[in-house]
């Protein structure tokens, strides 16, 4: 099955910085690729989201980009505000439709 | 307007007790999901439901059972409860039949504590 790898699994930048989150698939059928973004207490908020037909997508302060050759997509957040604080996971869509999540990182931005 | 919500955001009971965790979106979804996370924050999928039937079920101990009455709700009953049930529980629900695909919404979670 689809296997989702995350690294680090924690980051702290400095406000205003930015942050660059990475992830890697094993299955080369996948084609979604959402990110989630979890605040203490909440459920995971579907932030951005890619598929394998494109390369890069941007939404404000956030982007994902996708390298299907390299099996890899991450997630850059410019200008980190202290809000933007949270656990943020990756996902993806193997050839068996069901999402796979990463372990999670945990972003720490410092005023 | 709550978009997935679940009942009861709490959930402390004793080893060997049966409970349920109820769910229903407002979304107009057709695909609803159970998933589980456990205490390192590792969310794994456990069912999906789409128009009431079940297409996705992962490796869980049958002591689980989720039920679909509808297109809206998607319960989970748990038997004989173990302590190592406790976790947070969510629900989610996407558009379309292979939801895997589309955009999954969450609800606030079931933190369940069994002791």
């Known amino acids: 099955g689809e296997n989702v790898e995350q690294h680090p699994s924690t980051l702290s930048v400095q406000e205003g910085d930015s942050a660059v989150i990475k992830c890697t698939y094993s299955d080369s059928a996948s084609n979604y690729f959402p990110w989630y973004k979890q605040e203490l207490g909440k459920g995971p908020q579907l932030i951005i989201d890619i598929r394998s037909n494109v390369g890069e997508k941007k939404d404000q302060r956030i982007a994902v980009t996708l390298n299907k050759t390299a099996k890899h997509f991450s997630l850059h957040i410019t200008e980190t505000q202290p809000e933007d604080s949270a656990v943020y996971f990756c996902?993806?869509?193997?050839?068996?439709?069901?999402?796979?999540f990463g372990k999670g990182i945990t972003l720490s931005v410092r005023p | 307007d709550t978009a997935v919500s679940q009942t009861p955001k709490y959930l402390v009971t004793q080893m060997g007790n049966d409970k349920s965790i109820k769910c229903e979106q407002n979304l107009g979804h057709d695909t609803m999901y159970w998933y589980k996370q456990d205490s390192k924050k590792f969310l794994k999928i456990m069912f999906s439901y789409n128009n009431k039937e079940l297409i996705i079920n992962e490796t869980v101990p049958n002591r689980f059972s989720p039920k679909s009455p509808d297109k809206a709700h998607l319960n989970l009953h748990i038997n004989s409860l173990e302590l190592g049930d406790s976790a947070v529980y969510f629900c989610a629900s996407s558009l379309g039949r292979w939801g895997g695909s589309g955009k999954q919404y969450f609800g606030p979670g079931t933190r369940l504590t069994v002791t």
């Open positions: 996902a993806s869509t193997g050839a068996n439709s069901k999402l796979t």
